[in-house]
DNA sequence: ACTTGAGGCTGACGTTACGTTAGTCCTCAG
DNA sequence: CTGAGGACTAACGTAACGTCAGCCTCAAGT
């Protein structure tokens, strides 16, 4: 007579628990298998059968895996009633705000490198002048007069071959890192040969402003913003490189 | 004498590249089983041999890696220059910002369960006569009064069993919702009356009170919070078995 | 020439949470 | 009694390696 006494007679099979629930049969199966959610009891025939003691802790093992978290973990919650569920709770907590940090970096980065990519094809004259700009700052107007004058007659063949043979030398210069080059190797200061080479199309740096091309490009965050993509720290180390070139072989 | 002839001809044992590159030399193993990175050649004795393209190419693959992609889609990315870079990136970082939503989501989820699972033990009081103000705004002083004289000489032991008889109800709810119990079935109507008793100990709601405090549980924001946490729409199935309760049993 | 230690190689299993067959057995309605 | 529908176990597949285990190779020292 007792509404609860006939509640807890009643039994389910697998499909019936999977359809009420809206998990698989093999994920029961599974659960099963590793002892999170063991049937009531089972038959002679080897059938599952759940009653609603299952359901329930059934729904709380769904709950904890709606929030990702992992069976082992789940098994110690829903296994005691005196585990505390807050600790583990907020602790999990803690995992999912720390990715979402580090996703939220890795957007930015993407980011960063989007610009890099589309920002390529016009990057020519764009990156080129942005460069004069920033270079009037240091060594006054007529450099960048020189600069304005030396390129005036270029076609864009001319300004592609320019950013290939930078790209070429960035690329060859990260390597050098990875390897653990010192700058002073002969390696790295061929590369920077052919970037002063590169550098001498525009305008003609001697042994005060190459090295202080090679600080702009530290110090001004579009230029770094550029040279991070290759690799992270090209920046200081082709400045360092550049100003070792300059000591060496510039009068 | 070609600085970049002599560069191309160093070659790395997988040790080297694993310590150069800052992955194990089992991921190099990997790469090469699957096809993502193949050493330049091997020895006849079975050894492999980096030389730079690999490295360079190794970089790649560690960046994108890095941002959370899979290796098949680095395949892909690092196997053709000619594939569009941009489009895998805006793609994965569209997975990205969603895994983000999704994860904001479920830290939200959490903080409510805290809430709830902090407020419980002083759930007792507070809970009760939170459930006491709102009720003055529907049925005037006089049910608060009476409520109020009621609980005047409980004892924590009562409000505990109190809020223990809520709990069970509740939890059997959920259980009938999981099942598809329609609010009219015995068993539903069953826990009504046992939660008909429960609220009885304060005040003796009638045909009109009683459903209206099943619309105060869904209507207040508070309430819902608690019974969310059983069981999405429990507060709506709650009050319409209420509803139903009321117009069989009460006068 | 021989040994030895460091390094390289190929399997092959373990991990996570199931999905997906494949083959067999049980149950119940007609 | 038979067929359909359901239940069972066993075992492989997934992603990206980590971690042995067992055997081979190389360079250097004795």
Redesign the interface.
């Known amino acids: 007579m007792n ?2 006494s ?2 807890s007679r009643k039994t389910y099979t697998v499909k019936q628990v999977a359809e ?2 809206g998990v698989s049969i093999r994920t029961l199966h599974h659960y099963d298998q590793i002892g999170l959610l063991k049937p009531a009891f089972t038959g002679e025939n080897g059938y599952r059968y759940y009653e ?1 003691e299952q ?2 802790t059934l ?1 709380q093992i769904l709950f904890y895996r ?3 978290m992992k069976l082992d973990t789940i098994q110690q919650i829903v296994a005691s009633p005196h585990f505390d ?2 600790a583990a ?2 602790i ?2 803690e995992r ?2 720390q ?2 940090q580090r ?2 970096a ?2 930015q ?3 960063q ?2 610009a890099h ?2 920002r390529e094809p016009s990057m020519k004259e764009h990156e080129l002048f942005e460069y004069e700009k920033q270079a009037i700052d240091r060594w006054g107007i007529e450099k960048v007069e020189i600069s304005r004058e030396r390129t005036k007659g270029w076609t864009q063949t001319e300004y592609d071959q320019v950013n290939r043979e930078y790209a070429e030398i960035h ?2 210069l ?2 050098q890192i ?3 080059s010192p700058v002073e190797s ?2 790295v200061q ?2 920077i040969k052919k970037h002063y080479a590169v550098v001498s199309r525009f305008w003609t740096p001697d042994r005060n402003s190459y090295p202080a091309l090679g600080r702009m490009y530290c110090d001004s965050p579009d230029f770094r913003k550029v040279y991070d993509v290759y ?1 992270p720290g090209l920046a200081e180390y082709l400045a360092k490189a550049m100003e070792r070139f300059a000591e060496c072989e510039l009068a």
Chains 1, 2 share one sequence.
Do not use: F, Q, Y
Request: hydrophobic fraction near 45%; charged fraction near 25%.
């Open positions: 509404p609860m006939a509640k009420l629930s609603n359901l329930l729904k709606g929030l990702d569920r807050a709770l907020r999990h907590r999912l705000v990715e979402n996703t939220d890795l957007i980065t993407i980011d490198t989007l990519l589309e690329t060859a990260s390597l990875l390897l653990g002969n390696d061929a590369l690799h």
